[in-house]
């Protein structure tokens, strides 16, 4: 007995290339920073390349780069993120900060986008005999179809959720670094590369 197995290879490869990816928590907190900047008693110590998997795609896609910050203020004066230290690029340009909300709706995996292999829901597996006659056919394509649909949309919600949750959490703009104070958070930025970073006090 024969079964084809053209159909089963290409939904291996489908699922294999299309699934959709989980989202591991970035920590700000735990992070090894490299790349540092220190002005008027203040530190600076960010990084870049923080996302994998379909949220990187993404980052490249649009055109935005999540970073992580850390802030210490050694200064004798409490300071507010995005009016007393402002971020800049090492030439002096402010950076325009983006909303932590829009990063989040930006970056985000579609679970909609996995209804597509709904259309797999009319395969079926057919099996021949030794004379090459066909003996029966399985409607596999019932079961893999909405589960393969239903499961990715269920995994991407989750990872989208554990990001939002993330970005929320960390969310520096507008926030008082106090003196003597360490302060973490995650921004997006409008950049296609990985430009040097300064603080700017005023």
Same mark, same amino acid.
């Given at each position: ?30 992070? @090894?920073?490299? /790349?540092?900047?220190?002005? +008027?008693?203040?530190?600076? %110590? ?12 993404? %980052?490249?896609?649009k055109?935005?780069?999540?970073l ?7 200064s ?8 007393? +230290? ?13 909303? @932590?909300?829009? $990063?989040?709706?930006?970056?985000? &995996?579609?679970?909609?986008s ?6 797999l829901?009319? $395969? @079926? ?6 004379d090459?006659? &066909? ?7 019932? $079961? ?5 649909a ?7 919600? /989750?990872? @989208?959720?554990?990001?939002?949750? %993330? ?25 296609? /590369? ?9």
């Open positions: 007995m024969k079964t084809f197995k053209i159909p089963l290879l290409l939904l291996a490869t489908l699922t294999l290339t299309n699934c959709a990816s989980g989202y591991k928590m970035i920590e700000p907190k735990s992070i @090894n920073y490299i /790349s540092t900047y220190e002005t +008027a008693n203040v530190k600076l %110590e960010y990084k870049y390349d923080l996302l994998d998997k379909k949220y990187s795609k993404k %980052e490249l896609k055109g935005v780069k999540l992580a910050l850390k802030i210490t203020n050694n004798d004066s409490d300071l507010m993120f995005g009016r007393d +230290a402002k971020l800049t690029y090492a030439d002096g340009t402010e950076i325009f900060i983006l909303d @932590n909300d829009k $990063v989040f709706k930006t970056l985000k &995996q579609s679970p909609a996995y209804l597509w292999y709904l259309l829901t009319p $395969v @079926n597996l057919y099996t021949t005999g030794s090459g006659q &066909q003996t029966s056919s399985t409607p596999i394509g019932l $079961v893999l179809g909405p589960g393969l239903g499961g990715n949309m269920i995994a991407a919600g /989750s990872a @989208n959720k554990r990001f939002k949750t %993330e970005m929320l959490a960390y969310d520096i703009k507008g926030t008082t670094i106090k003196k003597g104070e360490t302060v973490y958070g995650l921004i997006g930025i409008k950049t296609d /590369s990985f430009e040097s970073l300064k603080l700017k006090i005023e």
